[in-house]
């Protein structure tokens, strides 16, 4: 394929990511207006709330086999067309059960969008034959930021329904734009996979069996990483606010300063791993993100605990998109849902999980768990170091 036309997928590709965390964002900043408009308890906004993760895990391994049979382009189009929509319908409910049930289908099409163009992603990435994994994810991230803070300024502007269903209009336009150059391509093929007469030193061992265990491991490294980003969201604020007596403003930034690093982490992560290489790279960031949380949990100060969350996230920033790569090059769509399934797996196990030892030990001692998941990571990095630059 010509460079302008992988230029062209690379920009597609990209678009779709931002778009995501745009619109995921988006709709996390209303829970607390959702909430009050269904008169929702805490406990029943948290069952209703389980629908996007069920929905997610449900049909990330689904997803795998509609790429293989249909190609990751049109999945993941046909997928963001039903999240762009999806996204409207729970400030149209009045109770937790009907807004459970919307969020069960809001998250089905959020897991299917990020299988379908993970695998998108991992074939351009095999045939460019450059570590561009990390700029996806930082475009994810980007938008996340994005749509967080524009929810945030018109939030007392603007109803739940008409912001919602002004991302609605926002993904469809944007589909309708990046679909377009998305679908006029064909997955690229890396040339040493197109004679069939030649080995395929990547695709080919775990197509025949040989490789699903480093599959599973590759999502193990993706779990570490998103089991420290559910943590983080949910707990690092309580932590700086009712262990280190933070004002409230300033208990929000620590959430801010580690995705703020992930995303800086993630823009540098292809220069990174050029130099690195991915072993080195995995090695690398989970001892950093396990130093930078024992700092953030430990910490006797509200701004050590500030410069450990930035350390962790930038820590922990490319081992997400690393693992998806390889668990993708080994296995294809199958490889990518399966890393992305366990990696949800650790972002809904983190919160319960955190809750369950704070009340048991301490929060602080609760978070770091999160150090030592990425210490497990970076064991893995080891372990596995001669899979991960193949």
Known sequence: MPGRSLTGLRAAITA???????????????????????HASSG????????VSAGAVLTMTMTGRLCR???????TVVCMV??????????????????GAVLLLFG?????????????????VAAVRRPIMPSFHAAFSLGGMIGAGLGGLVAGALSPVRHLFGLTLTGLLVTAVAGRALLRHDPPV?????????????????????????????????????????????WGALHLQQDLAASAGTAAAGYACFALAMTIGRLTGSTLLARLGRARTVVAGGTVAAA??????????????????????????NLFPVAVERAGALAGPSGVAVAST?????????????????????????LVSVAALAAVAAAIGVSTRHAMSG
Request: proline content about 8%; aromatic content about 10%.
């Open 190 to 234: 890396p040339a040493q996979r197109r004679p069939a007469s030649q080995p395929d030193p990547v695709g080919g061992p775990a197509r025949r069996g040989g490789g699903r265990g480093l599959v599973v491991v590759f999502g193990l490294v993706a779990l570490c990483t998103a089991y420290g980003e559910g943590a983080m969201a949910d």
């Open 44 to 51: 029943a906004l948290g069952l209703a709330l389980l629908g």
């Open 342 to 366: 366990l990696g949800y797996g650790g972002m809904l196990l983190g919160p319960p999980a955190i809750g369950f030892m704070a009340d048991w030990f301490s929060l602080p001692t609760a």
């Open 292 to 317: 930078g949380m024992l700092l953030g949990s430990l910490a006797p100060s509200v701004w050590t605990a500030l410069v450990g969350f930035a350390v962790t996230g930038l820590g922990l920033a």
């Open 82 to 99: 039903v999240l762009a929509l999806s996204v409207a319908l729970p400030p149209l409910t009045h109770s937790a059960p009907a807004l």
């Open 69 to 75: 049979r249909y190609g990751s382009h049109p999945v």
């Open 16 to 38: 779709f990511f931002a778009l995501d965390g745009f619109i995921f964002a988006g709709w996390v900043v209303r829970i607390p207006d959702i909430k009050h408009q269904t």
């Open 108 to 124: 089905a099409a959020y897991g299917g969008v990020n299988v379908a163009f993970n695998s998108a992603a991992v074939d351009l």
